[in-house]
């Protein structure tokens, strides 16, 4: 005899084949299908880390589809062999957590400069230093956005679910091989261990995002720039005319010979940065759950999503005037995104930090984004963000 009994309402999932699947596993599955997508081996390279580690344990059963696992002596060494691999017509793909990024981050500084296709991985964990490894923190934005020595913009992009971990792998494989660029993805724990189902794709809906090498030695200089997406031509070494040199030296505009010159170093920079920016005109605009304009808008990004999301269809639901956005791709924003913000009397950022994407958003829009903060190394509650939105909501 209960007391008390619940009844469980079937879900409202489109039809299909449906397996139950962890963030982490949808990342491993993710890159194997985007290498596949992309007629290109996979080559993996990391060391062990919470709680990274189980896509190494994921991809290293997938030999029978091309990937080449590799266990390397420590983060550097594992981040130097994904810019090989990529250096070698691969797809290089690295992972770590935050005190493993930060020990990659000179070689992904080298990847900047070589403007090769890698994507590093970055499942966060709570921090500063060891911190605490099973605990879940979204604090590796702004080491993603800046943790490199002078200007190199890389591009970011951040799941929102376990599920969504396998198609933003894809995404980061497209931008990565497109623009001829290094690529973060910022995962954290709580979507790295969190589970949820996951509806199999058709092979046929998934995207063709091959690219192809250079092979024509005639109009070959290797910083010689695509007009449209300003990436450089990918030549693999051995290609016969194609000799070029590589390293982590400024290179000269159009003939990557190295170049000290102060205004070529200016125009590369600048290049750099053109290239990543250029990307928001190739990535979905911002949606928005909720109406167009109002009252509050609450804005997230990573894992808090399905926490606010909540919370936003209840205070919806009692006729509140809020709505909500997730942020999918990190940098560049969504085009639209200035739009967005603007068409709300109040924005409110939750973040399992201190206020990075509100730092961000503050500096690049002025506007007055007020952070929702909290670092305990768990993920939000719905009743937390219902609360923060009420109390603003209540000073209209």
């Known amino acids: 005899m209960f007391h008390s009994t619940y009844r469980v309402a079937p879900a409202k999932l489109s039809p299909g084949t449906y397996r139950n699947i962890t963030g982490n596993e949808a990342t491993a599955l993710g890159f194997v299908a985007a290498a596949r997508l992309a007629k290109r081996e996979l080559v993996y390279a990391s060391y062990p880390i919470t709680p990274a580690s189980d896509i190494l344990h994921s991809l290293a059963a997938y030999k029978n589809f091309g990937v080449k696992t590799f266990q390397a002596e420590d983060e550097i060494a594992a981040m130097g062999a994904a810019i090989g691999a990529a250096y070698g017509g691969a797809l290089g793909l690295t992972a770590s957590s935050g005190p493993g990024i930060a020990l990659k ?36 934005l702004l080491m993603a956005m800046f943790g490199r020595n002078s200007d190199s913009p ?57 690219v192809a090498n250079h092979t024509d030695r ?130 409110l950022v939750p973040e399992v930090n201190l206020g990075q994407l509100a730092l961000l958003l503050r500096a690049r829009f002025l506007i007055d984004i007020i952070g929702f903060n909290r670092v305990r190394g768990k993920p939000f509650r719905i009743i937390e963000i219902r609360q923060a939105a009420e109390e603003l909501l209540g000073q209209k």
């Open 105 to 140: 981050s000179e070689a992904m500084n080298l990847a900047v400069m070589t403007e090769l296709p890698v994507v590093i991985v970055d499942v966060q964990r709570a921090g500063p230093s060891t911190g605490m490894p099973t605990k879940t923190e979204q604090g590796d």
């Open 218 to 347: 005639a109009t070959f200089q290797s910083y010689l720039r695509d007009p449209h997406t300003l990436a450089r031509p990918w030549a693999i070494p051995g290609t016969p005319g194609l000799e070029h040199r590589i390293g982590g030296l400024e290179k000269a505009d159009v003939t990557g010979s190295i170049s000290y010159d102060p205004d070529n170093h200016h125009r590369m920079t600048v290049l750099r940065q053109q290239k990543i920016a250029g990307i928001a005109n190739d990535i979905p605009p911002l949606e928005v759950h909720g109406p167009a304009n109002g009252d509050l808008l609450v804005l997230g990004w990573g894992s808090t999503y399905g926490a606010i999301r909540s919370a936003v269809e209840r205070l919806q639901a009692e006729g509140w005037s809020v709505a909500h956005a997730h942020l999918r791709h990190m940098n560049p924003f969504p085009a639209n995104i200035e739009t967005v913000l603007r068409s709300y009397k109040r924005v």
């Open 154 to 210: 890389v591009p970011i992009v951040a799941p929102a679910t376990p599920a969504e971990c396998f198609d933003y792998a894809i995404e980061a494989a497209r931008i990565a091989l497109k623009y001829m660029t290094p690529v973060m993805y910022l995962s954290d724990g709580f979507l790295a261990n969190g589970a949820e189902p996951w509806r199999v794709p058709a092979e046929a809906d998934l995207p063709d995002i091959s």
